[in-house]
């Protein structure tokens, strides 16, 4: 006997479409979009009369339980995923970040391990690659198989994660014969080393100095090298967490040039400057994460990104720590302030207010950000990032009317902070909808442990993007 | 009692989305998407097993019963709306040309005149203004309440229908008051007139010596001057038949400095190339046009402008003329050569044959280009340009196993040579359907002569696009 | 017998060099560089001791008596070539502007009339062409041959001087062909036609609305119009008063695409800005001239425009009328208000002091754009525009201890205000020589009315540019 | 009692400035240019009717007895200097380059000894630093003082004289400290290593992968990391040998910007091609250099670079090595044949041919590229690289009557093969001046061993450049 949920009432946008429909879903699936649907005694019904309905939210960008700078990211899957689903998010993305020498295998498995059973909403697997050599490279295609098509370089941490452009050059020829794509986080390592042994060496120690420390020029610099070294490779490339004019200009001209360049930014980055590293004292440990917040006229330049497509989606980096006791290592020397900031379960909710109802992203614009960019690019479309017929029941249904806004006291991170503590919400949703299952209600967490499933996402092929 | 048709077992492309769903038709309506649908006795069943599914053509550019240079274009809206409907195409957008002195309202009415009762699918207008004055000006309001919300400029054709910046501007700025949207005919017309001069006196008079009395530099400069006097007004900009990388750079420089231009192209510029004027002797008559065909090394940068957003739609400027009689008028002086060549039938399979089967478009593109872009920029969205619920089932049904090539003998135009003439067609419209009428099968017209109904546009809202 | 001066113990800078030496002169030409020259008895003895000697300026635009929007300017041949003298201007090139219909070898009879016997520095001419004719086209070999070898065009003063895009063509074509340099006011007047229209019916009347009826994006467009109109035609091409980054990009980038293209600035826009307009009341008609006053961040533009050598020279555009009785007509209409100002004295003194003394120019940079620039451009060389064996003895000799401030009080403008009234001067020229011949010293004049000659300039050879 | 030489008749050209002089030379200056001068008995005359007299070229980039993969150079600064003087050249800087360890005090100290005594022109010293640590930042002052005010640095040659860009950073910070300039090899050491080991793996051995293994794309993006770097470091930079569009539109958009980089070209890139490597078998081998020749569409975009002032001077990075018993220790192997060509006696005669004779140099360019560019870069001025009172009488002579060919038998290199063979000469050196002592006549040696002197340069002053 099938598991039947009716949604009546509501208006539907997709990244390309708006229309009015009931949708009628079995176990868990979308079966039928039409006018005036009925169903059976027994099923469930929403009513979304007034109600906006959105694919579920994909964030592709966490980082959950992570051993990171001597301590281990505040939020789990467990809660991590809890939190996405009160804001609208409906399925995760999370890096497997090995440690060097580690077999990648053994690494996947021990995310694995730390997800399974545990996640409120589905979750898949990007692989960060913190060293090339022989072993690394034969694991590839079995990491791919496994549904990991996405290998994670970092041009920054040097002497950490950081690899050289030789390296690079080797994932995005291997990354192309595989399949996979290759996703940079895009810092010039030696000049953010170059500064901070400065900074250190003039005993400038504050949190101010991070930002200093990581100016947007080497964010340029770095992107403008990984989409010439991905042209070069003849390999498509994705930037995460795009925070800069600098870096946006580089991805614009590669797009002016018919470059395969895909890339992302965070809500940071679209609604907080760097001016909150200067008028907070140590609080603005806060907000020590890389890239740091920008100069405010970034904001404009990125939106702008997202609504002309220079930028396809934006996800969280969510790596929080508590302020007490984990950002507070950084005392005295910003380099030990774990970096990161919560926002997994704030992100949709901030796009909606601050991108739909601020008139900066079109509503299908906004579907297309936080959802079917990311699913399209990481191999999870057509089951996620749409609400169309044959799709995952994945939803998130706006009611406009309702009002609210972030706080500590209400997102369900397991955090001591709200990086967007204060920012007024217009419009919040009133259920989100997992594979057919409502796991909040305006905020509140309905779901269960271990609903989440894993997702094996499909290869990248650059043919369907025409390239 | 309802008139229903239910379409079986096809896949569905939209901008989009891609799903396999029966569609569900009601009263020329699309009121259900699903899996299995069922529908009653004497509903009409297609069986679209196998087949793709997109939302009918839109050719946004076409001259039908256009008296120019002296004589007629040969299709009128009965042939050209056949030859439409046969080729996938369910909504033209025919330009409305007022003779300078006359009422715009008069103007309007006869082309209503010429459409009424005669079409096949259905139709709307655009307005051209070939000049600017307080009478123009003052009945501008009253076209765009009639549903015709986007004025043409042309920046060439001096003496005749050409404007200069100053009327530019004027119309820039009511346009932006009321709402409609400007297209311009980006040439620069004096360096035209300069051009065509010359070669007179040099007695230059071969249709060879049309494409160089239309050099891609007039057409860039053009470009480039509309887009800076739209900044300069706060307007949004239109840029019809855009032909040469020349142009594209311009659009493209101007997105990403986050302006809005939006920009159509042609099969003919997409496909054939200034070489043709060079080897055909007074054959070459068939395709003078304006702009003229271009160095072949534009047509990959036109297709990359397409798939990488920058172009939005693709049109045909179908304005066909017999090359016996018509064309050969200007035999001995190329420019009384009548300007145009046939294409609103050939547009949809060329698009699918040379744009997907090629790999160069998206089947989600091509569901852009052929007729999402053109609803949304011209205000027949959701009504045209999408298949979804609420939607008017106009419908294009491509059998991607049948082959053709096209040729005068079997596009349904009006005209004694086809421009395309050989092109091999992989795949084939099965099914046109519009508003839930077959009004052709596998290129044979099944519809009828008043099928086709006006269509008013509602106004075009740059907060829409969010600007 | 000859007649000798000998200048010692100066140092000498010119467009490349810096060197100390003594420069003797006989009958008006230098003739030879030495250290420790000595001379014979009778022979003038200059010491030029901790001075700074420099070419004779150059100023490549002036408009000496002419009769423009309904009066005359008020320095005439006599008045304006004895404040140049004054100011270390030591040769003018002044423009011949023919009324339409006027044949042009009446204009240039006109003009040498002007200035026969009355000037006090030596004298060239360019012509303007405010039409374009067989007549025209036929006279300009002549006019060539006469020494005037650059023609001026408009492409503003719409109805009045102004050509369209076809003749600025024919005229780039003649130029090349009869070995001249094309000049262009480079300001669409279509768009300031539209905005002087619009503000006349808003009743916007006063001179503050003169900068807003003349944009920079209109002299930006019309720059980029000139620029690639002149690739077009093969030819070079010369934008005079350049006034605006949004100009000086197109020359920057013409000049990376390797085009030929030369330019010139004022020093009114290097060390003015639009701001004038706006606090002056009606005292701001001072400054009404075209191209206005821009925005201040433009000034580093263009002394970063001299400094690489996207700009060649700084010319005044000196069109002096007096406040009193000129500008004053346009009170009640900023239309009507005379447009220019006074400055061939100020030039020199204030690129000493603000270019040279401010660090923004080298001391060669400075011999260059005063004075070699031009000579180049305009076929003056070697005659003027250096100082070397073989080369008139025209020279500008800065005392760099003495200081001054320019004045309406001081400099030798026949016109009732300075433009630059209260500017401090660090350097004053201590003797200005004109063949040989003292005609300043500490700003009063010393020469003679009539010792001006006029120069006939030579072709304009492209192929000395190896273009 | 002084050294008098009167050179009579023949025409001056300097980076400015054309004129008709005598020159008159004391003690090796000279003391005065003027018409008609005359001397006393026993003084040098020398005729230079119809002849050009340019400063004596100065070669500021050679290796001369260079100890280099294995192997040493084969010109030392003997038969090096020797070759200068025969080709035009009166003055040379080769580079100091330390071992890693080694004094930076020491390595001068060794350079000046296979200097001393021995060279037929004057010299100075350029050094590279291999390494950056804290002994030689602080020995940096010392190098500076010593007179030589320039570090080279290398992007490539990854695992040997590579720097990181931290390093890059600290050197950029040092030298602006310091006035020193930073000059770079511009090529991406990792992309290189990448390429390298890949042909290695793949058993591609031949000269011909040498080229295939330095991509433009790799300078190219060296270029504009290095420019990025300065910029940040707020430090003026040179880059040397730069051979391809790709780096030469990054130096021309950084001088758009405003920024002060400098650079220079060598004949081998404006005159050869790849296609060398591909069609002489192991022969190619005499032009494995790094950068490597290019495609010959980089060659007008050079010519362009240095008519416009993008590119300030062409050296020749003179690095020679047999074809025997050198160039042929890379058989088997392209990684082991030494890096590098013979140039040092062609270079002057290359660009006077192919440069002012063809076109693409006017006599002035001419000048400041093989002489005044360098001097002012360098430190050098006004010592050397003009031709004006006070100057080292150092002076090329060129007799353009005089028609040559450039071969192995005939320059005085000390290797077995020229780069250039069979070169056609149109117009050579009839006399070369080093400090008034006549070293050369039509090629042949007529100078002495030890002549030559050390220069100690001057230190770069960024506000000479009004940076």
Redesign the interface.
């Known amino acids: 006997m099938t598991n039947k949920m009716l949604i009546k009432n509501g208006t539907i946008f ?8 009931d949708i ?1 879903v079995e176990d868990g699936k979308i ?7 009925e169903t059976g005694s027994g099923d469930t019904v929403l009513d979304a009369a007034g109600m906006e309905i959105y694919p579920g939210g994909i964030d592709a960008h966490t980082h959950f339980a992570l051993p990171f700078m001597g301590t281990v990211s505040a939020d789990d899957f467990e809660t991590g995923t809890r939190a996405a689903a009160c804001g609208g998010t409906t399925t995760i993305v999370d890096f497997v970040i090995p440690a060097k020498g580690q077999k990648l295998a053994a690494a996947v498995a021990a995310w694995h391990e730390k997800a399974a059973g545990k996640t409120a909403v589905d979750y898949a697997f990007h692989i960060a690659l913190p060293e090339v050599n022989a072993q690394v490279l034969a694991e590839l295609p079995a990491v791919v198989a496994d549904g990991i098509s996405s290998f994670k370089c970092f041009m920054a941490y ?1 002497g950490a994660l950081m690899i ?3 390296q690079l ?2 994932i995005l020829r291997a990354a192309k014969e595989h399949s996979a794509l290759v996703s940079v986080h895009a810092e ?1 390592g ?2 953010l ?2 500064l901070m ?1 400065r900074f250190a060496a003039e005993g400038k120690t504050g949190p101010e100095y991070h930002v200093l420390a990581h ?1 947007a ?1 080497a964010e ?2 770095a992107a ?2 990984a989409i ?2 991905a ?2 490779a003849g390999a498509p490339l994705h930037i995460v967490h795009l925070s800069c004019d600098e870096a946006l ?1 580089e991805v ?1 001209a590669a ?2 040039r ?1 470059q395969l360049v895909l890339a992302e930014t965070c809500p940071q980055y679209l609604l907080l400057s760097e001016d909150l590293y200067r008028k907070n004292g140590f609080e603005a440990a806060k907000w020590v994460m890389s890239p740091p917040l920008r100069a405010a006229a970034n904001q404009d330049k990125l939106w ?1 990104g997202l ?3 220079f930028l396809q989606s934006v996800a969280t980096d969510h790596c929080s720590f508590n302020f007490k006791g984990q950002k507070e290592m950084g005392k005295g020397d910003f380099m030990k302030i774990p970096n990161g900031i919560p926002g997994v379960g704030d992100r949709v909710n901030l796009l909606y207010t601050c991108g739909v109802r601020a ?4 509503r ?2 906004f579907a ?1 950000v936080i959802a ?1 960019g990311a699913a399209k690019i990481f191999g999870m479309y ?1 089951e996620k990032g ?1 609400v ?4 995952d029941a994945d939803l998130v249904i706006f009611d406009p009317a309702r009002k609210g806004e972030v706080s500590v006291r209400t997102t369900r991170h397991n955090v001591d902070y709200s990086a967007f503590e204060g920012q007024r919400l217009d419009g919040l949703p009133a259920f989100v909808i997992s594979r057919g299952k409502v796991v909040a209600k305006y905020g509140e967490f309905t779901g269960e442990k271990g609903h989440g499933r894993y997702l094996k996402r499909k290869k990248f092929d650059a ?4 390239h």
Chains 1, 2, 3, 4 share one sequence.
């Open positions: 997709t990244a390309a479409d708006s229309f009015s429909a009628l079966v039928r979009l039409g006018l005036g649907l040097k050289d452009d030789d050059l080797q010039n030696d000049m080393t170059h042994k100016p020029e340029g610099e403008h090298r010439l070294l042209a070069f200009r614009a797009k002016l018919g702008a609504r002309d497509g008139g900066r992203l079109t299908n614009q297309a079917a057509p749409t169309a017929v044959g799709s043919a369907e993007w025409c």
